[in-house]
């Protein structure tokens, strides 16, 4: 893409210089001040050409310590510099021309050399134009588009050129001043107009309708709530974008990371020359309060695990209930201070809730390695259970120690039309009484229907 952008800069500067080089002679040997103006506008385009190459070259550095944003603003300095120096030449010209037009008229105007050059400086803008035009639609790029801009211009002043030249040969010998001062004239405001574009470039200016798009875009993805700020600015072809968007509270990180992806992958359907930043806030809007009750709990320092959350409403009056774990370590007065900070932070949040009822456990962490091998342990959990006749099957007796923790694991069939409810009542009754026997005992008892 860089290299075919560089090669059509190349091959239009080649193309403008020999237009300088014929306008120039022909202009000085014809006394023609519209040709000379022209040849000069075509020097100050080829410079434009070569500075706009020299910003290709830069503009596509990568970023460094002091750009962070990349180099393409160089691009819009450059042409920057090529508008001003174009309204000085312009401004020169029209006093020229006024003088002139001031002055008596020549004797003789050769005008058959001014037109040969006026032609051959149409053909090369017309090679410029189509070259220019197939190279953007096939790559793109700031720089071919300022060109195309430029080739554009050249082939406007030319015809001006032209049409004084026509005045000239039916006797209207000030046609030639006249079509330099209004060539003249149209180079001041397509310079102004060039400045007052890579003015704004630099100022970080961005269309409010492509940032309206971009907002459009963000707010069609599924998942996202809102696009609170949408920020964007441009840099050479790049345009960098920051979006600051909303989802539901109760999202995982791993699926808010999973549409922000797809904010991104829209966004660059779109505008493929894009760098995009997204950052995602929670909103608790419509989200069930039981959800955003745990989020709450699980954000105070010290939990260390939330379960059984429920909310419910009696009489206009709203309640809360959750268990919280806590370091088994821990002492009365410290974990209660923990569950006065989560009832704190809930009813600030949630004002209409009138009552929080915590339920603090202990949280005892699994190791990953643990010795087993325990037929004392076993055979002291087999005699338990088989206490209770409502298990019509034992299974798998898993006993595993860590320090002075011990990890119980056992399958266990019942009658498959019992209730479930009832199957709890059972596993918790085995589970405290097991508990009694095994002080710091983890006990998972999973019950199947037989």
């Known amino acids: 893409m860089f290299a075919q952008r560089t090669r059509t800069l190349k091959l239009s500067l080649f193309a403008i210089l020999s237009a300088f080089v014929v306008e120039l002679v022909f202009g000085i040997f014809s006394n023609s001040l519209a040709l000379i103006t022209d040849s000069v506008h ?68 050769p005008t058959t050399l001014v037109l040969i050059a006026a032609l051959y400086t149409i053909c090369t803008d017309i090679f410029r134009i189509v070259l220019l035009n197939r190279s953007i639609k096939k790559v793109g790029g700031v720089t071919l588009k300022a060109d195309f801009y430029h080739a554009a211009m050249d082939f406007g002043s030319t015809m001006v ?58 707010l069609d993805t599924q998942g996202v709530l809102d696009a609170s700020s949408v920020l964007m600015r441009r840099s050479g072809d790049m345009f960098f974008v920051d979006i600051t968007m909303s989802l539901r509270g109760n999202v995982s990180f791993e699926r808010a990371h999973e549409i922000s992806d797809a904010v991104e992958r829209n966004i660059k359907k779109e505008i493929t020359n894009s760098e995009i930043t997204i950052h995602f806030e929670p909103s608790w809007k419509d989200v069930p309060k039981d959800s955003k009750i745990y989020e709450i ?38 974990a209660h201070k923990i ?94 009484k097991i508990r009694g026997q095994f002080k710091n005992s983890v006990i998972t008892i999973h019950p199947e229907p037989f």
């Open 339 to 432: 569950s006065e900070e989560i009832e704190q932070k809930i009813f600030a949040t949630i004002p209409d809730i009138n009552h929080v009822t915590i339920h603090l456990e202990p949280h005892i962490a699994i190791p990953t390695t643990l010795k087993s091998d325990y037929k004392k342990t076993d055979q002291k959990i087999l005699e338990i259970l088989k206490e209770h006749g409502e298990i019509k099957k034992i299974g798998n007796i898993v006993t595993l120690y860590f320090d002075d923790l011990l990890k119980i694991d056992i399958d266990c069939s019942f009658d498959k039309d019992l209730t479930i409810e009832s199957v709890h009542d059972l596993t918790s009754q085995i589970e405290q």
């Open 161 to 218: 050129v032209i049409v004084g030249i026509v005045l000239v040969s039916f006797g209207f010998h000030d046609g030639d001043f006249v079509a330099a001062l209004f060539l003249g004239i149209l180079l001041v405001f397509l310079s102004l107009k060039l400045i007052h574009r890579t003015a704004l470039d630099l100022t970080d200016i961005i269309s409010p309708d492509l940032v309206s798009k971009v907002k459009g875009i963000t």
């Open 297 to 334: 709990a699980s954000d105070v320092p010290g939990v260390m695990g939330v379960h059984n959350v429920s909310y419910y409403a009696s009489d206009q009056m709203h309640y809360v209930s959750l268990h919280v774990m806590v370091s088994r370590e821990m002492n009365l007065e410290q």
């Open 42 to 109: 075509a020097l100050l385009d080829s410079i434009v050409t070569v500075v706009l190459l020299l910003a290709a070259r830069f503009a596509i550095k990568p970023p460094d310590a002091e750009h962070t944003y990349g180099h393409g603003k160089i691009e819009s300095l450059g042409g920057l510099i090529g508008g001003i120096a174009i309204f000085l030449i312009a401004c020169f010209f029209i006093v020229e021309a006024i003088i002139r037009i001031q002055s008596p008229p020549p004797s003789t105007f």
